[in-house]
């Protein structure tokens, strides 16, 4: 059984930076493309970026700049870099990619 775990949440204040971790049982992540997605309250999850086994990246145009996804085969591990952070990137993260269960995310919140 897959089983997600996120990591390295916390408060911050504005213009700092953040360092989340995905890391998983039951499974290699480096064979799918990962996303980390976040859902603030009151709205539905949105995929903030992905990284495909080649190490291609993509970003939402909110955080294009600002955050870095990366992975580590050997630690089986996805990180998120957040830096720049701002009161908007107030959110539970989540990764994902083998699916279908989500894990129960990392709180960040950015205070102004």
């Known amino acids: 059984q897959v089983q997600l775990m996120e990591s390295g949440g916390g408060l911050v204040q504005a213009g700092g930076s953040l360092r989340l971790s995905c890391t998983a049982s039951?499974?290699?992540?480096?064979?799918?493309?990962m996303g980390w997605y976040r859902q603030a309250p009151g709205k539905q999850r949105e995929l903030v970026a992905t990284i495909t086994s080649g190490g291609a990246t993509n970003y939402a145009n909110s955080v294009k700049g600002r955050f870095t996804i990366s992975r580590d085969g050997a630690k089986n591990t996805v990180y998120l870099q957040m830096d720049s952070l701002k009161p908007e990137d107030t959110a539970v993260y989540y990764c994902?990619?083998?699916?279908?269960?989500w894990g129960p995310g990392t709180q960040v919140t950015v205070s102004s």
């Open positions: 994902n990619g083998p699916g279908p269960s």
């Open positions: 039951g499974t290699i992540l480096s064979i799918y493309i």
